[in-house]
């Protein structure tokens, strides 16, 4: 234990409570024996193992005996008739081994420990406690921290859970079926910092763990990873690992090292590398370092999740390490560009983890092959930009279906565009800032580091040397502005806006609506929040986001726009908890007018009338058929009346429900669940109802359907919207390369649509790149703009507007 806790003084008055922390001056770490683990929930609900336990661990290059020894526990919240319950030790602990005592039993769990070195009965509970080792028999007395820091007779103590008897700051908490471990056999007595939570690994003096397992297995990494995604010896301990550190990390929750194997195998199929996992303790190695390892193999899943659809990252947990020698030089590393990378994705066929790796077919099971080795690129085009989490994408095959400005398309299921990678940084921040690329940019020269796969992102280059940057001039389009007789319908979404985000975001969407969208007529706004944002109270109001994000606009030098939405019933809508996220339209007065018609509310359904034999709304605004399932926990369309030069457009804002629960393309079931898919189908075929609603009564009806979709071009559920023709997706009137609003882990992809009926002329479309490809991005979403001139429904009409558009076009050539 530490000297840095001995005695806490508490002053109260007023209300005023002061804490005062004095230092001890007999508590130092074990040079010895340590406590390496603890566990509670043995036979409870939900355990494997049967029986509760603690294991010692010999850290020293002796033998020490336990003898007259003991281990004791106290509950986490001791009062002042609490006592410690001791279990007597006996024999010794060999240098560099285990020594296990039992406790309690339960009557669950199915898996008996290994024969204990020292067996006890005391039942220590499952989250939360203190164990000590003490160098006496007799029951400890000490029930504060302080006290049991002066008490000289504990050799080593760990507090777990809200334990109020603790190393400075407790241990993570534990359950029925997590254990508390010991990292890396260090002892800077914080046990936050010492211990992590993870799955029970009981082992005896003989090396024998649950079910009599036999000690440690001597392996070389390849054997560890194997020739499948998950390894052979998951699960169990291997010891004699030898590698050179290649990459250290240093920051962050999930620190350790990634060290390779110099002397390889001839199997393609296995790597050499491999990381080892310290939890939040930056590990006491540096690249070069020649290491001895040993540790317990684990597939690591996001949350130790099972069912969880990522791939896993084979890693060693519970590490030792010796360093043998300093200053090796670093294996080569594994080019990885056009020629070394398979055209081909991944195999197929459900769960692919056991299925054996084609590194020569598949370019996912190619990177596998490399998990944890060095990789080398060099020379790349970035096509995901710089992000928050200090990531980007680069495309190491540059003809693999290229933009028009840069990224790489994604315009099928079967375009998995395997050249994306991606690239994060070892390297201090204070020494090599993060680069801030936009897609288009180049990284050039080398590029250097471990690939590590990372569930949110796939595989990723984890730069110990990272290249230079060589800027590709991007810039944000600016879209024209619209003709006098032209009618301008935009769609952005604006990403969770509420009162409560900076000015500048503001400042910076109302600046993409005047500068770069000229300001069109109407715009169908995603995304806008409550007017407190997440805070969940109870507030649905979105009255005061609109009206600080329309004051922008005029702060911009564009029109004072009008709007119209309809607040949700309280959490009923998806999106950020607390948040009330909403469709809205913002509309120009001076150039559009909206028809009011009283009743739009939550729940109640617009219905299509037919008015003279020409279509009205029964409420404007109004949702479209809000209590159908199809819209359960997601935003519900609303649809609005508007006149544009004595000519009548109905226009819907959308915001369709998100991709989450789909199983990744880059994970473990091939090919991947599109799960959600099945709800945006049931919202197309709502959406699309309303419009069959509107054009039963006047074929020519001008309709604009516009918003975030959530969904691809080529999806099921944009087929549904688009049947039979009543309606078209002017996505699919742009050059294949310019089709894409959204970037998403490299791809450049389709969110956002806009589709128009029939009946408007001169429709002229475009997708505005302002955010998507940029790093520092006002919103995740490139907004767009349709032109047209609305249709009256008489021919003879039409003709003479048509006459009048042609009329203004030539004077404006001309000047």
């Known amino acids: 234990m530490t000297s840095s806790l001995r005695g806490i003084a508490v002053a109260a008055s007023a209300g005023l409570v002061m804490v005062v922390v004095a230092p001890a001056a007999n508590a130092v770490p074990s040079p010895d024996v340590l406590i390496g683990e603890v566990y509670g929930g043995g036979g409870n609900s939900g355990a494997t193992l049967t029986q509760d336990f603690v294991e010692l661990t010999n850290v020293s290059a002796a033998p020490v005996s336990l003898a007259g020894w003991s281990v004791q526990y106290l509950p986490a919240a001791p009062s002042a008739s609490s006592r410690w319950q001791a279990t007597p030790l006996t024999g010794s602990i060999a240098p560099g081994k285990t020594y296990l005592v039992g406790e309690a039993k339960g009557t669950g769990g199915t898996l008996e420990l290994p024969a204990v070195d020292a067996a006890g009965s005391i039942a220590m509970a499952a989250?939360?406690?203190?164990?000590?080792?003490?160098?006496?028999?007799?029951?400890?007395?000490?029930?504060?921290?302080?006290?049991?820091?002066?008490?000289?007779?504990?050799?080593?103590?760990?507090?777990?859970?809200?334990?109020?008897?603790?190393?400075?700051?407790?241990?993570?908490?534990?359950?029925?079926?997590?254990?508390?471990?010991?990292?890396?056999?260090?002892?800077?007595?914080?046990?936050?910092?010492?211990?992590?939570?993870?799955?029970?690994?009981?082992?005896?003096?003989?090396?024998?763990?649950?079910?009599?397992?036999?000690?440690?297995?001597?392996?070389?990494?390849?054997?560890?990873?194997?020739?499948?995604?998950?390894?052979?010896?998951?699960?169990?301990?291997?010891?004699?690992?030898?590698?050179?550190?290649?990459?250290?990390?240093?920051?962050?929750?999930?620190?350790?090292?990634?060290?390779?194997?110099?002397?390889?195998?001839?199997?393609?199929?296995?790597?050499?590398?491999?990381?080892?996992?310290?939890?939040?303790?930056?590990?006491?190695?540096?690249?070069?370092?020649?290491?001895?390892?040993?540790?317990t193999v684990k597939e690591f899943l996001p949350n130790d999740d099972a069912n969880s659809t990522y791939q896993s990252l084979t890693q060693l947990i519970n590490a030792q390490w010796t360093v043998s020698s300093a200053g090796n030089a670093l294996p080569?590393?594994?080019?990885?560009?056009?020629?070394?990378?398979?055209?081909?994705?991944?195999?197929?066929?459900?769960?692919?983890?056991?299925?054996?790796?084609?590194?020569?077919?598949?370019?996912?099971?190619?990177?596998?092959?490399?998990?944890?080795?060095?990789?080398?690129?060099?020379?790349?085009?970035?096509?995901?930009?710089?992000?928050?989490?200090?990531?980007?994408?680069?495309?190491?095959?540059?003809?693999?279906?290229?933009?028009?400005?840069?990224?790489?398309?994604?315009?099928?299921?079967?375009?998995?565009?395997?050249?994306?990678?991606?690239?994060?940084?070892?390297?201090?921040?204070?020494?090599?800032?993060?680069?801030?690329?936009?897609?288009?940019?180049?990284?050039?020269?080398?590029?250097?580091?471990?690939?590590?796969?990372?569930?949110?992102?796939?595989?990723?280059?984890?730069?110990?040397?990272?290249?230079?940057?060589?800027?590709?001039?991007?810039?944000?389009?600016?879209?024209?502005?619209?003709?006098?007789?032209?009618?301008?319908?935009?769609?952005?979404?604006?990403?969770?806006?509420?009162?409560?985000?900076?000015?500048?975001?503001?400042?910076?969407?109302?600046?993409?609506?005047?500068?770069?969208?000229?300001?069109?007529?109407?715009?169908?706004?995603?995304?806008?929040?409550?007017?407190?944002?997440?805070?969940?109270?109870?507030?649905?109001?979105a009255e005061q986001t609109l009206q600080k994000f329309t004051d922008a606009i005029v702060a911009q030098g564009g029109p004072r726009y009008q709007w119209r939405q309809i607040n949700p019933e309280n959490k009923t809508d998806g999106g950020e908890p607390g948040g009330n996220i909403r469709v809205a339209f913002i509309f120009n007065p001076a150039r559009v007018s909206f028809v009011d018609r009283p009743g739009g509310d939550a729940t109640t359904p617009v219905q299509v009338l037919s008015q003279y034999g020409r279509p009205k709304l029964s409420v404007s605004p109004g949702r479209i058929d809000p209590l159908n399932a199809a819209w359960q926990s997601s935003r519900k369309p609303l649809a609005g009346e508007f006149v544009f030069g004595g000519r009548k457009v109905f226009v819907v804002a959308n915001h369709f429900n998100s991709k989450g629960g789909d199983q990744s393309v880059h994970g473990r079931f091939q090919p991947p669940n599109r799960v959600s898919e099945e709800q945006r189908i049931k919202q197309s075929i709502a959406l699309r109802g309303f419009v069959d609603s509107v054009l039963a009564v006047d074929s020519k009806a001008n309709i604009v359907l516009a918003g975030d979709l959530n969904d691809f071009q080529f999806a099921p559920a944009l087929a549904e919207l688009t049947r039979g023709g009543a309606v078209r997706d002017l996505i699919d009137t742009l050059p294949p390369k310019e089709r894409y609003t959204y970037v998403f882990e490299g791809n450049s992809q389709v969110l956002d649509h806009t589709l128009t009926s029939r009946a408007p002329r001169g429709v002229d479309y475009d997708v505005v790149h302002i955010n998507a490809e940029f790093a520092g991005q006002a919103s995740d979403h490139d907004p767009q703009v349709v032109r047209f001139r609305p249709s009256t429904g008489e021919e003879w009409l039409d003709v003479i507007f048509d006459l009048l558009d042609l009329v203004e076009r030539l004077r404006n050539s001309h000047g």
């Not at 777990?160 to 997590?178: D, I, M």
């Not at 280059?461 to 800027?471: F, I, N, R, V, Y």
């Open 332 to 541: 080569q590393a594994q080019s990885i560009d056009e020629k070394t990378l398979p055209a081909q994705y991944v195999p197929t066929g459900g769960n692919i983890d056991s299925l054996e790796l084609k590194p020569d077919t598949f370019a996912l099971d190619f990177y596998e092959s490399h998990e944890g080795e060095r990789i080398r690129i060099n020379d790349v085009r970035v096509v995901g930009p710089s992000t928050e989490f200090n990531e980007f994408y680069v495309t190491v095959r540059p003809n693999e279906n290229p933009t028009a400005r840069g990224g790489t398309l994604y315009s099928g299921y079967d375009q998995f565009n395997p050249g994306r990678l991606k690239v994060m940084s070892l390297i201090p921040f204070s020494q090599r800032p993060f680069p801030q690329f936009n897609v288009g940019d180049k990284l050039t020269g080398g590029t250097e580091g471990p690939l590590d796969y990372v569930n949110f992102g796939g595989y990723t280059l984890q730069a110990t040397t990272l290249g230079g940057e060589q800027s590709s001039g991007l810039q944000p389009e600016v879209t024209r502005k619209q003709r006098s007789g032209e009618l301008a319908v935009g769609t952005y979404n604006v990403e969770n806006l509420d009162p409560g985000d900076d000015q500048a975001k503001f400042d910076r969407l109302a600046a993409g609506v005047v500068k770069n969208l000229a300001s069109p007529d109407i715009v169908a706004l995603e995304e806008i929040q409550d007017d407190n944002g997440a805070t969940d109270n109870g507030v649905v109001s």
């Open 127 to 295: 989250g939360a406690g203190t164990v000590a080792l003490v160098n006496s028999a007799e029951p400890l007395t000490c029930l504060t921290a302080a006290d049991c820091n002066a008490d000289t007779r504990i050799r080593d103590l760990v507090g777990y859970g809200n334990a109020t008897v603790r190393e400075t700051s407790p241990a993570p908490g534990t359950a029925n079926a997590t254990s508390s471990a010991r990292v890396n056999n260090t002892d800077t007595d914080n046990n936050s910092v010492d211990f992590a939570t993870g799955t029970p690994t009981p082992v005896n003096a003989a090396g024998e763990g649950p079910g009599g397992t036999t000690p440690p297995v001597q392996a070389k990494i390849h054997d560890i990873q194997g020739v499948t995604r998950v390894s052979p010896l998951a699960g169990k301990k291997v010891a004699g690992v030898t590698g050179v550190v290649t990459g250290v990390r240093a920051f962050g929750s999930v620190r350790g090292f990634w060290f390779q194997d110099t002397a390889p195998d001839a199997d393609p199929r296995t790597s050499e590398g491999l990381f080892v996992f310290n939890a939040g303790v930056t590990p006491n190695v540096k690249a070069g370092d020649a290491v001895v390892v040993a540790g």
